[in-house]
């Protein structure tokens, strides 16, 4: 399985539904456009048996994380550097939910976000879980912030130990 970079030309993205109206018409309005002005990147996984057809997807950007909210000694370690890597949305299809493909873009989405540290270090990566999907990322090594527990975060050093045990 491999992502690609959304093409909307190729992939179907009018029928693409996760369940939540919000991130539909991102993809479907929004994450082309966007990409086309740099501001984000948004990848597709596509059904290989179904041509066009989208699996789930994921954006992907930068952000600044809010040191006060780190624990202290992460303050005192990246308070040179407080850039962010930032997934800034994740979704799968309803008809393919509960088959390990949320957790494979996650995977993919920090491979990628660990590739692009690599050449422009930043020491974390954030996301904002919609309500009650923060258990999905925590899962993965994320921690909630303490005052806004749908709101996670985890490390570079851990995301490299994670992904190169
Ligand atoms: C959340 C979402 C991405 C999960 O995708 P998925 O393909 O169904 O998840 P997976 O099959 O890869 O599940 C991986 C693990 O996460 C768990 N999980 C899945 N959805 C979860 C949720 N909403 N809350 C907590 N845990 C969840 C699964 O039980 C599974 O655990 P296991 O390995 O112990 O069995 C998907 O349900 C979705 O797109 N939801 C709607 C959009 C959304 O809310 N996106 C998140 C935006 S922040």
Do not use: W
Not at 18 to 47: H, I, P, W
Not at 48 to 70: C, H, N, P, S
Not at 73 to 98: F, M
């Amino acid at each position: 399985m491999k992502t690609l970079l959304l093409d909307k030309q190729h992939h179907d993205r009018a029928n693409f539904d996760c369940g939540v109206d919000a991130l539909n018409n991102y993809l479907k309005m929004m994450a082309s456009q966007q990409s086309g002005k740099d501001n984000s990147r948004t990848f597709v996984l596509e059904d290989a048996e179904k041509t066009g057809v989208i699996i789930g997807y994921y954006t992907l950007t930068m952000t600044q994380a809010d040191l006060g909210r780190l624990p202290a000694r992460l303050q005192k370690k990246h308070q040179s550097n407080h850039s962010a890597g930032l997934i800034a949305r994740l979704a799968v299809d309803r008809r393919y939910a509960g088959k390990g493909y949320g957790e494979f873009l996650l995977v993919d989405a920090l491979v990628k976000l660990l590739q692009a540290s690599e050449v422009v270090a930043f020491p974390f990566v954030l996301v904002d879980a919609k309500a009650g999907v923060a258990r999905f990322y925590e899962k993965m090594g994320f921690t909630p912030f303490h005052d806004v527990p749908d709101s996670l975060f985890m490390t570079m050093a851990d995301i490299r130990r994670t992904l190169n045990p």
